[in-house]
C-alpha cells in the first residue's frame, strides 16, 4: 500500500526590546525535567549534524523541533515508534510524555508573565479535506497540543500553502512568513503539523547605544568583518574550561538567558562543538559565578531555513521516513510517512529598550561579597555559539552560532 506524506513545519522568531519584572521560584516536576532534558539533547545532537554540514551562521529551535515531532510521535506504533522515542531521548511512556510536554510549555510561558515580555507555543493540525483521525489521536492532540485543527484541499498548493504559512506568520508577529516554499505541498499530502515558537524579551544588563562602536570579527581563513559591537562592564555569571569561557546574560526576570559559548582560539569553534552534548553542556554552565566581565558582543540578526529530515534519519529515525513507517495511531491504517520537516528561524540581538534598562545593569551589575578583581574579558569578535534557555527547567529553547556578523 502506497504511503501518503505527511508533513512537519515548525517555525520561530526571537528578537529583544521591552519592560522589568521578576518571576517567583518553583521546582519542575520530575517528569518535565525528563522532557526538558530529551529536548536538549536532542538539539544538541541535531545541531552537530547541522554545524558539520556547513561553517555558516546557523541558528534553530529544539524545542520547536522537539513538539512537532511529539505530536508525530502520538501516531507512531511498532519499530516507528521505538526508533522515534530513541531518536528524540523521550524515557516516558506516551500517557506521560505528551501532557510532561505540555506542563513544559505552560512553564516556559508563566515564566515570562508580568514582565513586559512575551514567550509562546502554538500547534496546528493541517488535514486533508475527508481525512479522518481515529478519536484517540485527536484526543491526545486536542488535549495537550491544542485545537486549532483545520482542514485543506492540498490539491490547490497556492491556498493552502497560504494558509498555513498566514497562521505562522500571524503566530510570530511577521518574523517568519515564508515558512513553506512552492512545490512542498502536493494533492497526495494528507496531514500537515505545526508549530510555532515566539520570544519577545529585554536584556537586565543594558547596552548603551553610545557603547556601540565599529571593531573587526575574524570569521575565519584570515577574513575580517568590520562589525558593531555592543560594550558594557558588569557583573554577569561567568565561567571557562579548557579552551572556551561562557558568559550568561539574564532577561528580565533572570529566569531565560542567553548562554554565550566563545572558543578561546579564534578558529576554536569546529573544537568546542565537536564536544557539544548535555553532559557536556551541564559542565560547562556549573563553572558559571559571578564575576566583573568586560564584555564586548557583536549585533547579529539570523534568519535561516531548514530541511531537517535527512538529518533524522541520519540520527536514527529512519522508518518513519520510509515506506515503512507505522503511523497507524492516527487513521488506523499503515499509509502515512514522514516527506518534509521543514524549520525557519529568524533571530535578533541588539541594545533595543536600553534607556529604561540602564538603572537595571547598575543594580545588578555588582556583588558585594566578591573580592575586588580586574574584570575579566569576554570579547566576542570570533565565532561564537549561543543558547537561549530556562534556567529553571534546563529546556534550550533556541540555539545557534554565529560565524559571520553582516558588515557595518
Known amino acids: 500500500m502506497k504511503n501518503w506524506p505527511f508533513f512537519l513545519l515548525t517555525a520561530m522568531a526571537f528578537s529583544l526590546v521591552l519592560p522589568p519584572g521578576s518571576t517567583r521560584a518553583q521546582s519542575p516536576s520530575p517528569a518535565v525535567r525528563s522532557v526538558a532534558e530529551a529536548n536538549n539533547a536532542f538539539g544538541l545532537d541535531i545541531y552537530r549534524r547541522l554545524a558539520e554540514e556547513n561553517r555558516e551562521n546557523l541558528f534553530f529551535s529544539p524545542l520547536s523541533l522537539t513538539t512537532a515531532l511529539a505530536m508525530t510521535y502520538g501516531g507512531a506504533r511498532g519499530t516507528t515508534a521505538q526508533e522515534m522515542a530513541q531518536t528524540l531521548r523521550f524515557s516516558l511512556p506516551q500517557e506521560e510524555l505528551h501532557p510532561a510536554l505540555l506542563g513544559l510549555s505552560q512553564e516556559l510561558m508563566g515564566s515570562v508573565q508580568g514582565q513586559g515580555q512575551e514567550l509562546s507555543v502554538a500547534n496546528a493540525l493541517w488535514l486533508k479535506t475527508g481525512l479522518r483521525l481515529l478519536p484517540d ?73 553610545q557603547e556601540t562602536s565599529p571593531d573587526p570579527f575574524f570569521s575565519g581563513g584570515g577574513k575580517e568583518i568590520k562589525t558593531k559591537f555592543m560594550n558594557q562592564t558588569g557583573s554577569f555569571a561567568y565561567g571557562e574550561g ?11 526576570g533572570r529566569r531565560l538567558v542567553m548562554t554565550v559559548l566563545l572558543p578561546k582560539a579564534k578558529d576554536g569553534l569546529a573544537g568546542l562543538e565537536s564536544r557539544l552534548d548535555g553532559e557536556w553542556l551541564k559542565e560547562a554552565v556549573s563553572t558559571l559565578k559571578p564575576r566583573q566581565v568586560k564584555l564586548s558582543l557583536p549585533r547579529f540578526q539570523v534568519d535561516a531555513r531548514l530541511d531537517l529530515a535527512k538529518h533524522l534519519v541520519a540520527a536514527g529515525m529512519a522508518e518513519a521516513c520510509s515506506a515503512r513507517a507505522d503511523f497507524s495511531g492516527m487513521t488506523g491504517e499503515r499509509n502515512l510517512s514522514i516527506d518534509s520537516v521543514l524549520q525557519r528561524a529568524w533571530l535578533k540581538v541588539d541594545e533595543k529598550g536600553t534607556e529604561a534598562a540602564a538603572a537595571t545593569a547598575v543594580v545588578v551589575g555588582l556583588t558585594a561579597a566578591v573580592k575586588p578583581q580586574e574584570p575579566v574579558v569576554f570579547k566576542a569578535d570570533h565565532p561564537f555559539l549561543f543558547l537561549i534557555r530556562d534556567r529553571r527547567t534546563g529546556a534550550v529553547l533556541f540555539m545557534g552560532r554565529l560565524t559571520a556578523p553582516e558588515p557595518v
Not at 488535549?143 to 498566514?166: M, P, T, W
Not at 579548557?242 to 528580565?252: A, N
Open 242 to 252: 579548557e579552551g572556551y569561557q561562557v558568559l550568561e546574560m539574564p532577561y528580565q
Open 137 to 209: 489521536f485527536l484526543g491526545l492532540i486536542e488535549a495537550n497540543y491544542g485545537k486549532e485543527i483545520n482542514q485543506l484541499d492540498f490539491c490547490q498548493e497556492e491556498v493552502s500553502r497560504e494558509a498555513i504559512n498566514s497562521w505562522v506568520a500571524e503566530r510570530t508577529r511577521e518574523r517568519i512568513k515564508e515558512l513553506i516554499p512552492p512545490g512542498v505541498l502536493k494533492c497526495e499530502t494528507r496531514l500537515v503539523l505545526t508549530n510555532a515558537v515566539y520570544f519577545l524579551g529585554e536584556w537586565i544588563h543594558k547596552f548603551d547605544p
